[in-house]
């Protein structure tokens, strides 16, 4: 988690020194995501023969690498690639459990319904404080070591009001994008009243939720959430604000994605099964981002989210990759990069646009999913000339090296 630094008086304290420059120079291919660089013919902003200089966490300079000016320190790229560290904005990884079985079962013949969240809650309940820290800081570690720099995580496997707010409080210790989702399902205890769960969730839970988290989600979906419940649990975080997101449109058609639109969400995750009117809604609001999940549809053998629809309408698009442990219990942005280029129609440019910058966007976010002067120095420098060697080489892991707020990892 970014923490600000300790204060000091004045009248003890030394001034402080210049903050440390390293240039990461010899760079093959840099990807800025630079409004000011990006074109059609150049859609992520490519520096070729390029060079970054960090100072302290940030970005300070980029440019080609015979420019580059003098440094306390360099690091040589080796003609290696080197694009913004990967924005992962929906997750869920506070949670204890293993559902190998139900995995097993559900590749040898049996659908996916979102029942089975209600066996990771049992499991969650019953772990320790410790043990749902070292969890949650094992796949954060994990994913960090994949180019993940920026990572959502969400509430959503304790469903009382004691379990969500540890859940939370155990997140916001460990990452700065914590996301209160009591309304996953109803709670086992609610089955026979999901009115009164509601009543829970936007009630005595949110009050004790809020103040560990800075968004809202809902799983609005045949299942778990209606529309009414949906907008009901998201006015009511909203009032106390948190900002909504919505898991819409996973499993069937609904209203989830008018509803994000509707509530200004900054994200509507899934969007697997959308009608035209779903589409221009999404395209008419560029404030709501379109994360598209597939990890999930891989995970479950679903039809994959149609993409390249989306795009041409000028939707703005996100890749993440949902690491659950149950529906995509994956923690790799770039396997999700990859299944995005091979079955969602899009391009190794859009999908790595996707998985930083949409990211970012999803997150309502500026300072990070770019290399440019004044972000957070977040990069992903690939063992391998391109960018597009995330699609072009699947399942083999590229990372050569991570720098998280300008320290190299």
């Known amino acids: 988690m970014t923490s600000s630094p300790a204060t000091s008086s004045p009248a003890t304290s030394a001034p402080s020194g210049p903050a440390h420059s390293t240039a990461i120079t010899n760079i093959g291919s840099l990807v800025t995501n630079d409004p000011s660089l990006r074109t059609p013919e150049n859609p992520l902003g490519l520096i070729q023969d390029a060079a970054v200089v960090i100072e302290g966490d940030r970005v300070v300079w980029t440019g080609t690498h015979s420019k580059a000016p003098a440094t306390d320190s360099h690091h040589d790229a080796g003609g290696r690639a080197l694009l913004p560290g990967f924005v992962d904005s929906h997750a869920h990884l506070v949670f204890a459990g293993d559902r190998t079985a139900e995995f097993h079962a559900r590749m040898s013949g049996r659908p996916y ?15 320790t404080d410790d043990e749902l820290s070292a969890n949650v800081a094992r796949y954060l570690a994990e994913a960090l070591r ?3 720099t920026t990572q959502e995580t969400k509430s959503g496997y304790g469903l009382t009001t004691h ?18 989702l009591g309304a996953h399902v109803v709670a086992p205890e609610f089955a026979d009243d999901p009115a009164a769960y509601v009543a829970l969730v936007t009630g005595e839970m949110l009050d004790a939720c809020a103040p560990h988290a800075r968004w809202i989600d809902v799983f609005c979906e045949e299942g778990a959430f209606d529309g009414d419940q949906a907008r009901a649990v998201l006015t009511a975080g909203a009032a106390r604000g948190l900002i909504p997101r919505v898991h819409a449109n996973q499993l069937s058609y609904g209203p989830g994605v008018r509803l994000a639109v509707e509530l200004d969400a900054a994200s509507a995750d899934h969007c697997t099964h959308l009608t035209d009117a779903d589409v221009d809604a999404l395209a008419s609001a560029p404030r709501t981002v379109a994360t598209l999940l597939p990890g999930a549809e891989f995970s479950t053998r679903a039809v994959y989210p149609d993409a390249r629809r989306l795009l041409d309408a000028g939707a703005t698009v996100a890749l993440s990759t949902d690491c659950n442990p149950g529906s995509s219990f994956t923690s790799s942005m770039a396997f999700c990069v990859a299944l995005a280029v091979r079955d969602m129609g ?32 977040d990069l992903h420098l690939l063992d391998a000339p391109s960018h597009v060697h995330l699609a072009y080489r699947p399942g083999v892991p590229l990372t050569a090296a991570v720098w998280q707020a300008g320290k190299r990892l």
């Open 113 to 127: 319904s979102a029942g089975g969240i209600r066996t990771t809650v049992a499991a969650t309940r019953a772990a």
């Open 146 to 148: 994949q180019g993940t």
């Open 163 to 180: 379990d969500e707010a540890r859940a939370l409080r155990i997140a916001a210790g460990l990452t700065d994008e914590v996301t209160y």
């Open 346 to 377: 899009m391009t190794p440019d859009e999908a790595v646009l996707a998985a930083t910058l949409g990211g970012a966007r999803a997150l309502r976010r500026t300072d990070v999913g770019t290399v440019t002067p004044g972000a957070r120095a």
